[in-house]
């Protein structure tokens, strides 16, 4: 069993997001969770990457975002803050990211998300790459992480052993669908949050550069901080 003890949400792909006690999951994930992003003139979407789809920004981890009812809210790396609804906020992100011409836009035609659209990590095994990286500043906003759950003295990398299988946490269903692999973005410092330059060669070499896992909603509903995790996993089904 697992009990929820963390809930993020991220506006804005690739910023700092807020902490939520709930969220309302749909089937694209949390509601309003990287429903926006930073678009270059190609269409790629700012990332700690470069994909057919992202394109790497540096210093983009260095924003963060909020709502203000259903609008984002940036925090610029010196503090200022700037509506999306502001014509500011393009010019503004690309004179400070150095990158001409991207704008603050809302998810169209293509997804925002890496790979899935929630992202899980537990508390044990949080504490197994503590124990490997002495003097880390770690926690699971290094990790982007949508759903913290306290597993307790679970064994380690726990989550891992749900891929393929559908977990009930309070009146949420979730498939999990395959473990996350992590990108240079967990190194990055993140909030108060210093660098850990070796992070990533840490899970390179003791978990092949994967941590946590994605999953996507079987069965929507609100979760809360607090919602228990089912006894167990069930199989998959037929819908």
């Given at each position: ?153 679970a064994p380690e990398l726990a989550e891992n052993a749900w891929v393929g299988e559908r977990v009930r946490i309070g009146e949420v269903e979730l498939e999990i669908l395959r473990e996350a692999f992590r ?57």
């Amino acid at each position: 069993m697992g009990v929820v003890a963390a809930l993020w949400r991220y506006p804005v792909k690739s910023m700092a997001g807020e902490r939520l006690t709930e969220a309302v999951l749909d089937e694209r994930g949390l509601d309003g969770d990287r429903l926006y992003a930073v678009r270059d003139p190609d269409g790629k979407f700012g990332s700690g990457k470069n994909s057919d789809r992202f394109r790497r920004m540096p210093g983009l981890h260095t924003f963060a975002a909020r709502y203000d009812h259903d609008v984002p809210v940036v925090t610029f790396p010196d503090g200022r803050e700037i509506r999306g609804d502001d014509p500011r906020v393009h010019a503004e992100l690309a004179t400070s990211l150095t990158f001409p011409g991207v704008e603050l836009a809302k998810e169209a035609g293509l997804p925002h998300h890496d790979e899935a659209p929630v992202h899980l990590v537990t508390t044990s095994s949080l504490a197994w790459l503590a124990e490997r990286t002495p003097g880390v500043a770690l926690d699971e906003r290094r990790f982007r992480a949508n759903v913290l759950l306290d597993t307790g003295p679970a064994p380690e990398l726990a989550e891992n052993a749900w891929v393929g299988e559908r977990v009930r946490i309070g009146e949420v269903e979730l498939e999990i669908l395959r473990e996350a692999f992590r990108c240079v973005m967990v190194g990055l410092p993140c909030d108060e949050l210093p660098a850990a330059p070796g992070l990533l060669k840490t899970l390179g070499d003791t978990a092949g550069t994967t941590f946590g896992v994605q999953a996507r909603v079987v069965r929507g509903g609100t979760l809360h901080v607090g919602d228990v995790q089912s006894v167990g996993c069930s199989a998959p089904h037929s819908p």
